[in-house]
């Protein structure tokens, strides 16, 4: 991920596109069972339509797992989607969640070799700036990249990190999220609710601080 | 603009932000939502880098336990089967996937899932050119529109069948019968399927030098009968440009 292009493009974000992954112009869940049941039978092309809709979900989960070995990390996965996708059985809500199983084990085996875990400790103000936003006054989360958003949630505790970005990115529910993580529920909701929380209160401080000058951050 | 406190999202509201929902309330959190949308936001063609060799992992994955695929992608297999996976989406995008590398750099990715904001987004082909890990083979399939003859069929055990005893006999008895009438070992019915498949007597060699090799998964040259002096056909160069790939067994012996 070359992290300064992306971060050179701001998206202007609209209220009314948080599901832009699950938007009907990309394939819809339907499309997405139904390439999952060509692929297993051999087509090449709804195994290419499976990638294109999945990989960017899994690379995002990835990076706050695994840094910036998410790219290595997702390819050993999808090595492994498509040597077992014979046999999986499920839906595109499946297929998405036993993807992220997929993935994350891949990563928990880096993260074992790799005896470390490189999160970035990167402030939001740190985000925003490189983002290259000037106008501050108001609007700091108004324009932040996809890049930094991943990066931002990234900084939360990994439960929090995980459980916020399985569901809002990954798109999976409670139970899915919690099957991923091989928890319950219930946890899983906690350590979300907690990380948005937690993520208002940067967003808060660095609002603040855009108005005032002063340090707002406060963790 | 928010007017929340730090800290003030009740479950209700965060249970919404968390399953994407549009319908966000009008008093919820501004900010958090447009992080968690910028965290949603469509794919961006770099994120997609490693097309290529999930596809090969694919092709692979298809191979050994589907129904048999067309030849070519039995190559390109073998090309992926030496290659780490970040080798393979160097190398293997730049030879035999080349175009499906391009296509998606070159806008012909759905339109959905490319960024709708400034349309100048950076080509994916970045990330497949830096170095890789390993050295590229300097192999690459057969390109389309080579003058090599056609493939192995899928019929291609009896073909094979009838390569030997054509070779067995030309061994023996040259391109002539040794009965002495003069009339070619070509010429006799049984092998009539197999001057068509070759597309010609002069043909035959190289058609089955083809098909056997393929059946046998290469590295057998040796086997081949020495021609009589003088006879027309060109050998295919196959030893000198086409190395032997290292110790796979019993590729092709799912055929049977």
């Known amino acids: ?158 439960d929090q990190a995980e459980a916020v970005l399985l569901r809002v990115v ?47 951050e406060t963790e | 603009m928010s007017k929340h406190r730090p800290g003030q999202i009740n479950r209700e509201a965060a249970e919404r932000l968390l399953r994407g929902e549009s319908g966000v309330p009008q008093d919820g959190p501004d900010a958090l939502a447009g992080l968690l949308a910028a965290a949603a936001a469509p794919a961006q063609a770099g994120e997609l880098a490693g097309e290529s060799a999930a596809m090969a992992a694919f092709w692979e994955a298809s191979r050994s336990v589907g129904p048999q695929r067309h030849e070519q992608s039995g190559l390109r297999t073998k090309v992926a089967k030496f290659l780490t996976v970040k080798a393979a989406a160097a190398a293997v995008a730049l030879t035999a996937f080349g175009g499906a590398a391009l296509a998606a750099g070159s806008g012909a990715l759905p339109a959905a899932l ?28 057969h390109p389309v529109g080579s003058p090599e003859p056609a493939s192995a069929p899928t019929a291609a055990p009896a073909m094979a069948g009838l390569c030997q005893k054509y070779l067995e006999r030309l061994k023996k008895t040259g391109f002539h019968d040794a009965n ?21 007597e002069p043909k035959i060699i190289a058609h089955c030098q083809t098909l056997l090799r393929t059946q046998r998964g290469g590295g057998q040259q040796g086997h081949w009968p020495t021609l009589p002096p003088g006879f027309p056909t060109k050998m295919p160069t196959w030893p000198s440009s086409y190395p032997p790939w290292p110790s796979e067994p019993s590729t092709g012996q799912g055929n049977h």
């Open chain 2, 180 to 200: 002495g009438k003069g009339h070619r070992i070509a010429d006799d019915p049984i092998y009539a399927a197999l001057v068509k498949a070759a597309g010609g």
């Open chain 2, 114 to 141: 490319t960024e709708p904001h400034r349309g100048a987004h950076p080509s994916p082909t970045h990330h497949l050119s830096s170095p890789a890990a390993r050295p590229t083979p300097s192999i690459s399939p």
């Open chain 1, 1 to 158: 991920m070359h992290s300064g292009s992306i971060l050179n493009h701001q998206l202007t974000l609209r209220m009314a596109t948080l599901t832009e992954l699950d938007s009907p112009s990309v394939d819809g869940p339907d499309d997405i069972t139904h390439a999952i049941r060509q692929a297993q039978k051999g087509d090449e092309e709804c195994f290419r339509t499976l990638y294109r809709a999945v990989q960017p979900r899994l690379l995002r989960y990835l990076q706050a797992l695994v840094g910036e070995d998410a790219e290595d990390v997702a390819s050993d996965a999808w090595l492994q989607i498509a040597r077992d996708l014979g046999s999986f059985h499920g839906d595109d809500a499946g297929f998405r969640g036993w993807a992220a199983t997929i993935a994350r084990n891949r990563a928990m085996d880096h993260l074992r070799r790799q005896r470390r875990r490189p999160i970035p400790a990167m402030s939001i103000e740190d985000l925003v700036d490189r983002a290259g936003t000037e106008d501050t006054a108001g609007a700091a989360m108004e324009a932040i990249s996809t890049d930094a958003a991943i990066k931002l949630i990234a900084t939360l505790p990994r």
């Open chain 1, 170 to 216: 990954v798109g999976l529910d409670a139970r899915s999220a919690a099957e991923v993580l091989g928890k319950r529920s219930g946890a899983v909701r906690t350590a979300s609710y907690r990380g948005l929380r937690r993520l208002a209160q940067r967003l808060q401080g660095q609002h603040h601080q855009s108005f005032s000058e002063q340090s707002g």
